[in-house]
């Protein structure tokens, strides 16, 4: 599951986001920023300009974020538009200081503003009432689209409709039903509700280049490869050389899963070779593959204790759930919470009304006030998630005193990876260490748990990255709206091995039928944090002097280790991401081999399994 993030909304220039002004709006009549631009731009005038954009930017972001705060704990209609209210005032203000932000961009400036006046252009910018206006017309409309999109079975002769089904109905049968027929049907129902907005977002891409290109940029794919301290070239580059590095171990998960359904479907069902039918991966994306851990794993007896029950027979509660992961933290010689924390986060559901319950944390002041909202219950998941979460508000209270445009992960993975490296280390030591399991089990046991996190982080590497390849392409203009499926599933057949378990109707566009397409929310951030979180973890047991299976290692307790990491996390943006990657690891570049050696045990098991199935193969059932 990936969670959020709410910081200082001034992150959303970092971030590629629309920098707008709304109608009757321009930089001409927009007051916000007092600086004069007469004549030749001037050192000094660009470093008044920024240290004034940055001011405001920071305050009417944090204004903004507290409106989201309210409306997301109290969900009506007024909250919401004090929200819509709060965000156009920020948008007004980001949108002017883009466009004003040009002036200086041929100056010879320090470092520091140098790079703030970089980040404050890498958006896109549409000018124009109309533009903008439809720009948003389209977002809202195919965010909304894809929020009440439903399958609605068709009725059997004689009976009545069943109920339309939402996208969690749909997912629910994907990861418990066994039934081919069954699972196809619902894939095909969700897949068949994208296409009502195609053209919407044919026309988007259009206006999004078009601000793109204002500001700039070849094509937004562009611009948002642009946000790496490194050309476009050089990140889709990097992007590619990553996944290599990583491919063999994917290769060899995906073989054995393959062998495993041919035979629970049979052998008309799954190919012997080849790409494995999208619909049996057990997830509505093929992008993550643990719901079909109880058809594949290893035959032997698991060893260890149950987490959840263990959670729940000592009747731990949300708070010292909570607690036990800011221990982890503090142990790594990191302060305690701030007191407000504790007043001030949601950590378990209101009996008295609704409110938005998805994991997020938050920073509220740009300084102390960090919140998590969670609905925690119990379990092993949310023990996970709450140490995820709390790696975001560590990383916000390193970097606060860095200048607004600086508080922020070093990329756009970087966040993401901080509390996903903590989480690593939550193993059987670490949890008989704090108390909560008697015992270790034995490393001839380890196989089932990692095969277990395989099918979660090492499964969704090749989706990870192929939803912005894609959209790359299709910014480029070399996909045009006619083929959007055709590139889609090329793409899904290259990197994943997976196949439509139908042919590609006509007017298709299966990509919208993922979220973060509709929403247009960039997605290489996830392939980054998967990378990275093992580099850390590997970085910090080296670190820590320890020496044996990195899947193993826990840091819990060493300092040494949190002074390496706190020094990294406390640098925030103010540097290009591989100095920030080299305060930690030694290494200023980004490195898979990390997750091979955290999953060199289970590499080796699978390599046997799969020489072992291939030979029985051929009695696999029809």
């Known amino acids: 599951m990936h969670t959020t993030c709410r910081r200082s909304l001034i992150a959303t220039l970092v971030a590629g986001a629309v920098l707008a002004l709304p109608a009757g709006a321009n930089a001409a009549t927009a007051k916000a920023t007092p600086v004069k631009t007469q004549g030749k731009p001037t050192v000094a005038e660009a470093e008044r300009f920024i240290k004034d954009a940055e001011e405001k930017l920071e305050q009417l972001g944090l204004d903004a974020q507290r409106a989201e705060w309210v409306a997301e704990n109290f969900i009506t209609l007024d909250t919401q538009t004090m929200t819509a209210q709060a965000n156009e005032g920020f948008l007004t203000l980001s949108g002017e200081t883009a466009l004003k932000s040009r002036r200086y961009k041929d100056l010879k400036l320090p470092e520091a ?288 005193a860095q200048s607004p445009m600086f508080k922020n992960g070093a990329n756009d993975g970087f966040h993401e990876a901080i509390g996903d490296t903590v989480a690593l280390s939550i193993t059987p030591a670490y949890l008989k260490q704090i108390g909560l399991m008697k015992s270790e089990p034995d490393p001839s046991q380890d196989i089932g748990p990692l095969l277990y996190t395989a099918l979660q982080k090492v499964a969704f590497l090749p989706f990870g990255y192929l939803v912005d390849k894609w959209r790359w392409q299709v910014y480029a203009g070399q996909v045009k709206p006619a083929d959007y499926d055709k590139a889609w599933w090329a793409l899904k057949e290259q990197y994943q091995g997976v196949s439509r378990p139908a042919p590609i109707a006509a007017n298709g566009f299966d990509a919208g039928a993922k979220f973060h397409v509709a929403s247009d929310t960039p997605y290489a951030r996830y392939f980054l944090a998967a990378i990275l979180q093992f580099q850390f973890h590997r970085a910090l047991c080296r670190e820590a002097g320890y020496t044996g299976p990195l899947n193993r290692c826990s840091v819990y307790g060493n300092k040494k280790a949190g002074a390496k990491f706190q020094q990294m996390l406390a640098m925030g943006k103010s540097k290009p991401w591989p100095e920030a990657l080299k305060a930690v690891t030694g290494e200023d570049k980004m490195d898979a081999t990390a997750m091979l050696d955290y999953f060199a045990p289970l590499k080796a098991w699978l390599d046997e399994q799969n020489r072992e199935l291939a030979k029985t193969d051929g009695s696999v059932k029809p």
């Open 113 to 400: 503003s140098a790079r703030k006046l970089m980040l404050m252009q890498q958006t896109l910018m549409l000018p124009d009432a109309a533009d903008r206006g439809a720009y948003a017309r389209l977002a809202a409309h195919m965010t909304g689209a894809y929020g009440s999109a439903k399958y609605c079975p068709p009725a059997a002769a004689g009976a009545a409709a069943p109920a339309c089904m939402p996208l969690g109905e749909l997912e629910k049968v994907l990861a418990t039903s066994h039934d081919p027929n069954r699972l196809k049907e619902v894939w095909l129902g969700w897949h068949a509700q994208s296409p009502a907005y195609k053209d919407d977002y044919a026309k988007y891409v259009e206006l999004s280049n078009k601000g793109a290109r204002a500001m700039g940029y070849a094509d937004t794919g562009a611009l948002w490869r642009s946000g790496y301290d490194m050309s476009p070239e050089a990140f889709s580059a990097e992007m590619e050389r990553l996944w290599q590095q990583v491919k063999p171990l994917y290769d060899s998960l995906h073989t054995y899963t393959r062998y495993k359904l041919r035979q629970a479907y049979g052998a008309s069902v799954v190919p012997q070779n080849g790409n494995i039918p999208a619909h049996l991966l057990g997830n509505m994306w093929a992008q993550t593959w643990d719901n079909l851990y109880p058809l594949l794993k290893p035959a032997t007896k698991e060893g260890g204790e149950d987490l959840t029950a263990l959670l729940e027979e000592r009747k731990t509660d949300a708070v010292a759930m909570t607690r036990y992961a800011e221990g982890f933290y503090t142990s790594l010689g990191m302060r305690q919470l701030p007191a407000t924390f504790w007043e001030r986060s949601l950590l378990t559901k209101p009996r008295d009304r609704e409110v938005v319950c998805h994991a997020s944390a938050w920073d509220l002041d740009g300084k102390d006030d960090v919140r998590v909202k969670m609905c925690i219950t119990p379990t092993a998941e949310d023990f996970r998630t709450i140490h995820h979460e709390l790696g975001h508000l560590y990383y916000d209270l390193a970097y606060s």
